[in-house]
Every structure is written in structure tokens, then in C-alpha cells.
């Protein structure tokens, strides 16, 4: 998830890897395996990949009066007097075939969930299940917010189901859709804890964060405006009690943490950590990036969390869609729903209808997103749980438990800590995690997460999911042996199938061309 | 599998301590695909079907049948952050492609792609406002009229860094700038204007309000859409420094709201921009080739000192917008956006020989939507109207707004019908 920009630049310390011969290993389930290789679609034209659509046409059209130069004579009255608008525009006006094979040849040129495994430590990349995208399609989900409560009790009443199933799943009491993404749900959590102390009159200015927590806990307990405390990991991987002991006081707003956190190990001491942080008046935050390794098994609620965010696209299985949207629903405790946002969902009693209705919280802290969140992906992740209900969740945490194990099992990386859940970190040890992943990119497999967590040397954190079969772990433990066993020349200059060789990324960062139009300029 | 881990079951590999392991039940049965498409569908189907001529920041263009066929292909959907920037070569040129359509639109040199929605958006150039060095001041001025979940937002995205928001006054649904010359002083941060604004009326004299903006050492916030864009006014020429709004307006349609932030800035504030950004580089063939970059303004590199929190963002939007724009072409985007003058120009003329009924109540220009006076409630007009198989906001006791586009010209003539039983 967290490749620095410059770490392909860095220079390898180290001579080769005395890894075993390519393809094979010798306590391996299947030891003749071989890997596979990828080929990527790779188009390209006059010393470019597929041209931008601007270098295949460009067309001007002029507005206003100096309209009447342009094709469409009976358009040069322009609907608005000329101080209005502007005098021109300048696009590409490519027939629809062009458009269509110029965004195919595109996607060839793109990895996706169904290419090949994709196992990104900390990303849950799942398979989406295709009927979650017919029913988001419907013209019935196709609705503005706007409307009164009584005409869309098709929309409140997915979104109270959904509330209601998260609630379940996660042990709490309460739960609102409007964050837009999981960053989004951290925001929201975080401003309920700070209007939560603020009513109980105490200013308390701190947010604790682990070491290894998500880039996003920091960012976010920052922008709500706390200082953040780092606390670092004992020497098993897990939260340090002794330090969080010393950490938090009467300024402790909040200790955000992931259970299992970013090296998949389960916090044991979850309970004794909740009664440290309450003790001395702050609440805790469950951070759902990692929920999929607890499904049916454990609850967040139960641990003695106040407020959770799940991450939708990554737990429900809502596609990841090249970056988003996800949806980053809250759940907070009967003690923090009055804080929820504006607005929130309830159903009305049956002896009034039974309608679902609007409502705002009694002290609700406002608005995370200018209507009511990411509709359309809640609407998947409904669908999805419904698919599954209590036994196919419960089965999603135990296959990709177990397929995380299996997979460590098979491969020669050495992997620092465990027991590990969902996921796991390896390292690559003497060689630079990030010259490793490029080059499994032509063993047709994405590689997993590189350089993070620091606490793993060349972390490669590798998160399979439940969707993979054991075929296609085997396939994936083969690439990550055939990459170990290479010299590192070849490492170094991969990747070499992809539709790109190596990107240089620091060159592209020190002098930014964001457009088309600052390739023109600086060329 | 569980021989090669060295388990007998699955459950051995959970390492919970039994005080917090869960053995109840969630009570949600497991259902197969058909059931759960007729079940959800049915559900979805209790939304009645009305005739919508609703906007105030969420509006509706037809979105051309290609653009689901390609934004579906499970290259684009299913991929994630191009963190590989090497295997996802085409998802970025599409990003590039959608910030250089922004960047032409605008005038302005830097587009990221993207923020949630226009409301987020709006509070992340608050908090940039915060950052640059060049601006200095806590007061963050905004419309009177502004809508209030974007307000909300903006409250919320402004505690942190200690803003103070306000309010400079409107007329007639622009902004009054004699009343926001009062309101300006050089403590304040940022102004934000909009064209079209909530109501639909197209600001006039954005130019004066970038110039105070500017002799303030204030950032100048201008809210809009980029088929708007496509006809008014050029920011980069009205002074504005950083554009938000909700792109969605492309490629999306109705989704209850759900939207494509637009951010698109001066290239001075670069370094201060939130979210993704896809840069042109080189790859070792030396090809032109794309890549997520300045990533070390953002949370997973530089944490607590980070320009956003934002993560995942709404790229795939931000894909189809970018294959809309490119089917429409610069023609197809003018033509959509003059029809958008026209459509409740039109709609505003029938509706007012409509007895108690006056539309529009301001004499600016309006796109795609204008308010209207009823003599009657207008909540038992809208009331009325939704029985009729209608639906219009009730801005105030007596007031109306309508938003007509392409999408929904065709139903003019039933709902000026409705209009004509219900006034």
C-alpha cells in the first residue's frame, strides 16, 4: 500500500540471494510447480505507449460572438451575452470507436483483481461479485437526496439494513454511512471523540497512534486538530503496555489502533489496553482496515472499542476502482450516537407506518460529506453481506486466515513475527523489497505492500484474501521464489513484461508534468 | 493446506484470547445470488418513481452507454492505487487525461484526482488556505445562500486548523459584493464564490470578487462544474486561485448524492495539494510513461505532516468522467452547456404565465435550475407535485427551485401540466 516515491531509486546494498533453482522448492506442496509468467498488452506508437486522446485530435471551439466561425452556425446567438463566457475551447473531438478502442487499449494496459492474484498487505484485494454492480445500476438506486423521506424508502431502507448489519458485525450500537472513505471514517470518529470530551468539559489534546499504524491515523487525528503521540511496539510486534501506560493522562483524547494490527498479529492484551485508555478518560478507536481477519471470530464492540470505521471496499468486498470510491462506515457506542452525523437513518415505530426516516442526532457533530456519503458502494457492501450472511462471513476470515499461513509457508522469505492472521510481513531481507516487487510483476502476479511496516526490514506485507485457491497461492509462492533466486542485476532492472519498464519516479517527481498541456510547454 | 500450515482446522490459527472471542451470531442468513438480487431489487423498488427536477449540487447529464462499458471493464474497476505504477500504465493516462481536461477547463496548471465531493473539496482549499505561506488570516468567508451540507462540511474540515467561517451576503442569488466588501479585511483567508451558484444563477461579477479576494493576500475559492466550465467564464481569467466543485456532473448521474470532488489549483500551491496527482515521466525503455507522484505530500510518506488524510478517493469517477468528456468532445460539452441555459430559461417562461407562480424570482442568468415563487405554500406545492408524479425543492414558505437538464427536458411539458393543477 505504501511504496515511497523514492524508493526506486534506492541502490541495492547487497550482493545476490542463494535462493533455490527457479520454479521449485523443496518442502513445497507441488515441488515441481513452475511459475507463471505475464505478458502485459503493451501498445505503442511513434516512441509512445497509446497516445493521450489530445494527440489524436485536438478541436477548437469558439463561443460567443466569434461563434459564428465555428460548424454549427445557428449556435453563434450563444444563450449568454459574451462577459459571461468564455471565448473558446480546446479538446479532443474523437467519433465514438476512437473513444472506445482508446479506453480498451487502456484497460489492457491496467492489472486488475481478475488478471492475477493481488495479494497488497493491508488492502484486502477481493474478488467483486458481479450482481452488486447490476443492482447498484438499477434506476430505482439512481435518486437525489433531496427528495422527501415518504418517496425514497427504497434508498433509507438499504441504508438502515446496512446500518443495522454493520452494528452486528462489529458490536456496536450505532452506525452512519456518510463517510466517504475509510480516512473519511477516521475523520468522523475523531471529531466524535473531540465533541465527546469537549461536552464533558475537558480539553484533552492528544491522539495516540502505534508506530505501525496506518499513514491515515496520523493525517487524520492532525487535521482534526490534536497532537499525535507515537507509541512504539514491544519487541513481539504489539502494542508496548508499559509505554501506553506511560502515554496516556488527562490529555488523551483517543488511542487509535488495528486489531490485528499491520503485521496481522491479534493485540492479546486488547482488554487490558481498553482499560489503560479508560482509565485515564479517552476513548478507543478501531481502525477496520484489517476487520476481514475477524469476521464471525471477533468483534471490535466486544474488545472494548467506542468507535470503529469499517472499510467497505476492503471487508465487503466493493471494488477498489484504480483508488476509489470505497465508503468508510462509523459505529460508535450507545454512549456516542447522539454525536453521529447529520443525517442519520432509523426506522419509525410500526404503529406509525414503519417508515424509515432522517433524522439529526441530538449533538451530532455536523457533516463529514456534502450529502450523505458514497450511496452507491453502501448499496454493494449490503448486497454482499446479505450474499453471505453469518456462515460465508465467518468462512471469508477462516479461508483468508488460512490461505495467509499457507502461503507464508511456502515461500523462503523470512517472516519475523507471528502468530499472524490475514496477513503477513516478510522481508526480504539482504535485497530491497521494492526491486523484489517489481520484478514478480512479470510473474503475473501483483506483489504485495513494500517498506511497511518499518518495523519489518524490506517488508513485504502480503495479504492473499480468502479468494484465492491454493492453485493460485502456489502460483503466487512460486513467483515470490523465483524472484528470490534471481541475481541482482536482473531484479534490478525489472520489471520487463509490463506495459512500462522501471518507471523512474524521482526524475518524474522533480520535475512535475501534470497535464498535456505542461508536456507542450516543457518539450 | 492446514497439513502444510501444520493445523487440524482453521479456527487453531486465530490467536484470540477467549474474553473477547465472539460466539454468537450476527442472525443474517446466507442467501444465494438470485435471492439476493430479487430481495435487494424489491427493496430498492419501495423508492417511488418520480419525475425528478431537483439539483442544488447534484445534478444529472445522460451518461452514454460507453461509459459503463468501459468504467465495468474489470481492468479499471477492479484495480487498486497505482502503486505499481509499471502494470497500471492505463489507469493513470486516463488520470492524466482527466487532470489535463481540468486544467483546459479551468486555466489552472494542477488538477488532482480527486477529492469525495464538492463539499470535502471546499473544506480541503479552506485548509490549504491554512498552509500557503502567501496567505496569512483565520476568517474563511462564504455565501450566505451557500447549501447547507457543503457549510456543515466546511465547519467540520475547519475546527481543526482554527478557522472561523462566515457569511458575506447575497442578492438575488449572487453575492452582494458591496456587502462582501464590508465583510473582507486582511484577516481573512479565503473568500469562496460559486458560478452557477445553489440557486442556479450564474455569478457576474467574479472578476471584482477575485481582485478584493486578492488585495486581501486571500485565497480566491471558486466553486463549479466542468459543464459549466465548459461555457462561463475561465477562472484562471476571473483571478481565482483554487477551483472546487463536483465533477460528477460528468459520467456519473444521480447516485443519491454521492460526487467527484474537483481540485484544481495554481501550480505556486503544488506542493500544498491535497490527494493524487499523476505526473508524466520516463520508464527505462525511455518512453513517456505515468506515475502517481509528489506522493511526500501525502499521509502514507509523510503522516501527521501530511497535506490531507485523504486515501482512497473516487478515481473510477474520476475515469468516467474523463471517458464522457472525450465522447462529448469540446463541441458536445458547449452544446450541453448552452441547453443548460436554455432548458429552465424556457422552463422559467412557461412556468410563469402559470397563475401564482413567478419564475424566476432573480433576473441573473441561470443554468440548468431557477427558483420560483408560488402563492401557495410551496411545501404543499411540492406535496402536491410529488402526487403527481413531480419532484422540486421548497427553498422557503413561498419558494420553489426547479433543475431541468438533458435528462429530463422530456417530461417539460407534464410537469408545466402538473404545474398548472397544483399552483
Not at chain 1, 488492502?123 to 447498484?136: D, I, S, W
Not at chain 2, 493524487?276 to 505532516?305: F, P
Request: aromatic share 6%.
Amino acid at each position: 500500500m505504501d511504496d515511497d516515491a523514492t524508493a526506486d531509486d534506492e541502490v541495492r546494498a547487497d550482493g545476490g540471494r542463494d535462493g533455490p533453482a527457479e520454479g521449485a522448492r523443496d518442502d513445497a506442496a507441488d515441488p515441481a510447480r513452475e511459475y507463471s509468467t505475464y505478458d502485459q498488452a503493451r501498445w505503442s506508437q511513434d516512441g509512445v505507449y497509446e497516445p493521450l486522446v489530445a494527440e489524436k485530435d485536438v478541436t477548437r471551439v469558439e463561443i460567443g460572438d466569434a461563434g459564428e466561425e465555428s460548424s454549427s452556425g445557428d449556435d453563434s446567438d450563444s444563450p449568454l451575452p459574451d462577459e459571461l463566457t468564455r471565448d473558446s475551447l480546446e479538446l479532443p473531438g474523437l467519433a465514438e470507436p476512437a473513444v472506445a478502442r482508446h479506453y480498451v487499449r487502456l484497460s489492457e494496459m491496467n492489472y486488475g483483481v481478475e488478471s492475477g492474484p493481488f495479494p497488497l498487505g493491508s488492502c484486502t484485494m477481493k474478488y467483486n461479485p458481479k450482481f452488486t454492480e447490476e443492482l447498484a445500476g438499477r434506476p430505482s438506486a439512481a435518486v437525489h437526496p433531496d427528495r422527501s423521506d415518504r418517496s425514497v424508502q427504497g434508498v433509507l431502507g438499504v441504508m438502515y439494513g446496512l446500518q443495522d448489519y454493520l452494528a452486528r458485525i462489529g458490536g456496536m450500537d450505532a452506525v452512519t454511512l456518510q463517510p466517504p472513505a475509510g480516512a473519511a471514517g477516521e475523520f468522523t470518529g475523531i471529531q466524535i471523540a473531540r465533541a465527546y470530551h469537549e461536552d464533558s468539559g475537558e480539553n484533552r489534546t492528544e491522539v495516540i497512534v502505534p508506530e505501525s499504524a496506518h499513514g491515515t491515523n496520523f493525517a487524520t487525528a492532525a487535521m482534526v486538530g490534536f497532537d499525535v503521540v507515537e507509541l512504539p511496539s514491544d519487541e513481539d510486534g504489539r502494542v508496548d503496555l508499559s509505554a501506553l501506560r506511560e502515554a496516556v493522562g488527562e490529555d488523551t483524547a483517543a488511542l487509535m489502533l488495528t486489531n490485528p494490527n499491520t503485521l496481522g498479529l491479534f493485540e492479546r492484551d486488547i482488554e487490558e489496553i481498553a482499560e489503560i485508555v479508560h482509565d485515564a478518560g479517552g476513548l478507543l478507536y478501531y481502525d477496520g482496515a484489517n476487520l476481514n481477519a475477524l469476521l464471525g471470530r471477533a468483534r471490535p464492540g466486544d474488545m472494548g472499542f467506542d468507535v470503529m470505521h469499517y472499510n467497505v471496499h476492503k471487508t465487503f468486498a466493493t471494488p477498489h476502482g484504480g483508488g476509489g470510491p470505497g465508503a468508510g462506515p462509523v459505529g460508535v457506542t450507545g454512549e456516542l450516537a447522539p454525536y453521529l452525523p447529520t443525517p442519520h437513518v432509523r426506522k419509525a415505530p410500526e404503529e406509525e407506518g414503519g417508515d424509515y426516516e432522517r433524522y439529526e442526532p441530538e449533538r451530532s457533530i455536523g457533516k463529514v460529506h456534502g450529502f450523505e456519503g458514497n450511496w452507491l458502494v453502501c448499496l454493494k457492501a449490503y448486497a454482499y453481506i446479505a450474499r453471505l450472511g453469518d456462515a460465508g462471513l465467518a468462512d471469508a476470515s477462516a479461508k483468508a486466515v488460512l490461505n495467509a499461513n499457507y502461503l507464508a509457508s511456502q515461500i523462503d522469505y523470512e517472516i519475523p513475527y507471528g502468530p499472524f492472521h490475514h496477513e503477513f510481513v516478510a522481508s526480504a531481507g539482504d535485497a530491497d523489497a521494492a526491486d523484489v516487487a517489481k520484478r514478480m510483476l512479470d510473474y503475473g502476479v501483483h506483489p504485495p505492500t513494500t517498506k511497511w511496516p518499518e518495523t519489518v526490514p524490506e517488508a513485504l506485507m502480503t495479504e492473499p484474501t480468502e479468494v484465492e485457491s491454493m492453485d493460485s497461492l502456489d502460483d503466487l509462492a512460486a513467483a515470490f521464489s523465483a524472484v528470490a533466486s534471481e541475481d541482482e542485476a536482473t531484479v534490478a532492472a525489472a520489471p520487463e513484461r509490463t506495459a512500462a519498464r522501471r518507471i523512474d519516479q524521482v526524475a518524474a517527481a522533480r520535475s512535475p508534468r501534470l497535464s498535456w498541456q505542461a508536456l507542450d510547454t516543457q518539450n | 493446506m492446514l497439513d502444510a500450515v501444520g493445523v487440524d482446522s482453521e479456527e487453531a490459527l486465530f490467536d484470540i484470547p477467549d474474553p473477547v472471542r465472539f460466539d454468537g451470531t450476527f442472525d443474517i442468513p446466507a442467501r444465494n445470488e438470485q435471492a439476493v438480487r430479487r430481495e435487494v431489487g424489491r427493496r430498492l423498488d419501495r423508492t417511488d418513481d418520480l419525475t425528478e427536477f431537483l439539483g442544488r449540487g447534484h445534478y444529472a447529464h445522460y451518461v452514454p452507454s460507453l461509459v459503463d462499458d468501459i468504467a465495468r471493464r474489470q481492468e479499471f474497476l477492479t484495480s487498486y492505487t497505482q502503486y505499481q505504477p509499471e502494470v497500471a500504465q492505463g489507469f493513470l493516462q486516463a488520470l492524466f487525461e482527466y487532470q489535463s481536461l481540468l486544467v483546459e477547463l479551468t486555466g489552472l496548471d494542477v488538477a488532482n484526482c480527486s477529492m469525495y465531493d464538492a463539499a470535502t473539496a471546499l473544506g480541503e482549499a479552506a485548509t490549504l488556505s491554512r498552509r500557503v505561506r502567501s496567505v496569512s488570516g483565520e476568517r474563511v468567508l462564504v455565501p450566505e445562500n451557500l447549501r447547507e451540507g457543503k457549510r456543515a462540511t466546511l465547519d467540520q474540515y475547519a475546527r481543526g486548523p482554527g478557522l472561523t467561517v462566515e457569511t458575506y451576503p447575497t442578492e438575488s442569488g449572487t453575492a452582494d459584493v458591496e456587502g462582501l466588501r464590508e465583510a473582507i479585511d486582511d484577516d481573512v483567508s479565503m473568500v469562496y464564490a460559486e458560478s452557477p451558484t445553489v440557486r442556479g444563477a450564474i455569478e457576474e461579477r467574479l472578476g471584482e470578487i477575485g481582485e478584493m479576494t486578492d488585495d486581501h493576500d486571500a485565497l480566491s475559492v471558486l466553486g463549479s462544474d466542468p459543464v459549466a466550465l465548459a461555457l462561463l467564464e475561465r477562472p484562471a481569467d476571473v483571478g481565482a486561485d483554487v477551483i472546487v466543485g463536483e465533477a460528477d456532473v460528468l459520467g456519473l448521474g444521480r447516485a443519491y448524492g454521492m460526487g467527484l470532488g474537483l481540485f484544481v489549483t495554481r501550480e505556486d500551491y503544488l506542493r500544498q495539494v491535497p490527494g493524487r496527482l499523476v505526473g508524466a515521466g520516463e520508464d527505462a525503455s525511455g518512453r513517456r510513461a505515468y506515475t502517481l507522484t509528489l506522493q511526500t505530500r501525502e499521509q502514507h510518506i509523510r503522516k501527521e505532516r501530511a497535506t490531507s488524510n485523504i486515501c482512497t478517493n473516487q478515481a473510477w469517477l474520476a475515469l468516467r468522467a474523463a471517458v464522457h468528456a472525450a465522447l462529448l468532445g469540446p463541441d458536445g460539452l458547449v452544446d450541453l452547456a448552452e441547453e443548460c441555459v436554455r432548458l429552465p430559461r424556457d422552463l422559467a417562461a412557461r412556468l410563469t404565465e402559470i397563475p401564482g407562480i413567478q419564475a424566476p424570482v432573480s433576473g441573473r442568468h441561470h443554468f440548468r435550475e431557477f427558483q420560483a415563487h408560488t402563492d401557495q405554500p410551496a411545501r404543499a406545492v411540492a406535496s402536491d407535485l410529488e402526487a403527481e408524479g413531480y419532484a422540486v425543492h421548497v427553498v422557503d414558505e413561498h419558494r420553489i427551485q426547479v433543475c431541468v437538464t438533458d435528462v429530463n427536458a422530456h417530461a417539460v411539458n407534464g410537469f408545466v401540466a402538473a404545474m398548472q393543477e397544483v399552483a
